[in-house]
């Protein structure tokens, strides 16, 4: 169990029966009053987020959450369901394989190159979701328009397309073939690897 003012940023809590990811946390105090930690929480399970407040008398559950390597193999957009899936095996033995929708995954998706190993993250025996070896990842610019010369009111910036066919803005002097550094929480353009 933790008090209220453990719940920090990176923890896994269980909150109603399901896991919540802390993206934020503040503990303060408000005048006269008891100090309380807002907080905003992740659900693991459906994405959605919420904000919520505990106070110096509660306690929350600790999430048990576990990892196992997994290896994604590919994307599949199945008829039936309308929906995306995304293929992977287990690291040690490429006969076991899982599918994982596109709303389990959520934005972690467009990061996903071929035998990438990612950590799968297990609550009650359940995939909820993966994450990614490293923050920052290198990727190959596939498309990508022509600097316009005089195009700088703009911010001196465009648009290219990078190998898992995600869509990143980057300085007009990123051309195709190109190998960039992107950061794979914020999607945004890191620097031109070397």
């Known amino acids: 169990m933790l008090s209220y003012n453990e719940v920090k940023e990176k923890k896994f809590i269980v909150l109603d029966g399901d896991p919540y990811e802390v993206l934020d946390s503040h503990v303060f105090r408000k005048q006269q009053r008891k100090p309380v930690n807002q907080t905003k929480l992740r659900n693991l399970i459906n994405g959605s987020v919420k904000l919520q407040t505990f106070h110096q ?6 999430a048990d959450i576990t990892n196992t390597k997994i290896v994604f193999s590919f994307k599949k957009f199945d008829r039936q369901t309308k929906e995306e899936q995304l293929w992977f095996h287990e690291e040690s ?3 076991k394989r899982m599918s994982l929708s596109a ?3 959520g934005d972690m998706k467009n990061w996903l190159k071929e035998n990438l ?14 994450k990614m070896p490293t923050i920052k990842m290198d990727f190959i610019v596939t498309e990508s328009e022509p600097a316009v010369k ?14 898992t066919g995600v869509k990143v803005i980057v ?7 190109d190998i960039l550094t992107i950061n794979t929480d914020t999607g945004e353009y890191v620097e031109r690897a070397k």
Request: hydrophobic content about 45%; glycine content about 8%.
């Open 57 to 62: 008398n509660e306690t929350v559950e600790e």
């Open 150 to 163: 005089g195009n700088s009111a703009t911010g001196a910036s465009k648009t290219v397309v990078i190998e």
């Open 117 to 130: 190993v990612v950590d799968a993250l297990c609550f009650n025996e359940q995939v909820i979701g993966i």
């Open 93 to 95: 033995d490429r006969s």
């Open 171 to 177: 300085p007009l002097f990123i051309k195709e073939g």
């Open 103 to 105: 709303a389990v995954i």
